[in-house]
């Protein structure tokens, strides 16, 4: 023991989804069908994208970067939340902890700055389609991808994760479904120091930096695309950014929406929240592009029936 309420933390508690054994059942098989749809849809996107060479294009590359994101995202959460479920657990350690905020933040923070290039890239290739080559290529993409949104997202998390497991905790309920920010907040025996202010006020600054540049750059292409003389050509052009406006809004709005939830609110109320914001955006996101992109929609046709004469002319050999 360190102080009258502190102490040394082995392992924390995650907050159940019930405590009556049916529904904990119940909640590991929708999790886990929730996981594997996900996990489907997205790996179906970066097949399609990796096979089809007529998607090997700087859009189709931040794409196929995202779709891996989202698995790497709804990885660090659900697959714990069904586990725990299944083996009537809640129990995390103390370093399980450490991992899953450092993963969930660098990927939450690395999506936003994907979306925020993808952004940038259809304001490109609508506002100037002729320099596009040049500006956007693929060794550019390449850097945009990795440097920009995985790097910056992964230097982030760790000044974050490092700041909130330096802070004294008094308590190991964590009352979500998996370890993050606020709920470890409450837990602390101190107050917030001032690094930890500045790196909240840093974290709000960037995330609204992003959101103008967004919010910007829709601005221009709307213009844009209001200036193009015929229907056809006016839809053919919105569609190529409609679906990522659809994910925009969609991590956006469920992110300000649960970390704008009063504290005053029910544990179960939190709960529903946090699931709605880290799990639902992975597992709409591919839905979102497999209908709404016409490309894509084709790719899947074409891997799909490629691998079905692949499996046609193995039967035929045998």
Not at 143 to 161: D, E, I, P, Q, R
Request: charge should be positive; include cysteine.
């Amino acid at each position: 023991i360190i102080m009258a309420n502190q102490t040394i933390m082995n392992e924390f508690f995650l907050m159940p989804f019930s405590d009556v054994r049916k529904l904990q059942l119940l909640h590991f098989v929708v999790f886990l069908f929730i996981y594997i749809v996900s996990l489907s849809g997205n790996l179906s996107i970066i097949i399609a994208i990796t096979l089809d060479c007529h998607l090997h294009t700087p859009m189709y590359s931040f794409l196929r970067n995202l779709s891996f994101l989202d698995i790497c995202f709804i990885s660090v959460t659900v697959p714990k939340s069904f586990i725990n479920s299944l083996m009537n657990s809640s129990s995390i350690s103390f370093q399980g902890c450490v991992a899953q905020l450092f993963l969930f933040m660098s990927f939450l923070a690395t999506e936003l700055f994907l979306l925020t290039v993808m952004a940038f890239d259809r304001y490109v290739a609508i506002c100037n389609p002729l320099h596009y080559a040049m500006i956007i290529n693929e060794r550019r993409s390449v850097k945009l991808a990795s440097c920009g949104s995985w790097l910056g997202g992964g230097v982030y998390s760790a000044l974050n994760t490092a700041s909130k497991f330096s802070l004294p905790f008094c308590g190991s309920l964590i009352n979500q479904f998996f370890c993050n920010i606020p709920p470890l907040l409450k837990l602390s025996c101190s107050h917030p120091n001032i690094g930890e202010t500045v790196l909240i006020a840093f974290g709000v600054c960037v995330a609204l930096c992003c959101f103008a540049f967004i919010t910007v750059s829709y601005i221009h292409i709307f213009s844009a695309v209001l200036k193009i003389s015929s229907v056809e050509g006016r839809h053919k052009t919105f569609s190529t950014c409609l679906p990522h406006l659809t994910v925009v809004s969609l991590f956006l709005g469920t992110g300000i929406f649960s970390y704008l939830m009063p504290t005053s609110a029910s544990a179960f109320k939190q709960y529903l929240m946090a699931v709605f914001y880290s799990v639902v955006p992975p597992l709409i996101n591919p839905i979102i592009y497999s209908l709404r992109n016409q490309e894509i929609k084709m790719a899947l046709g074409r891997v799909l029936r490629k691998i079905l004469l692949q499996k046609k002319a193995m039967d035929t050999s045998f």
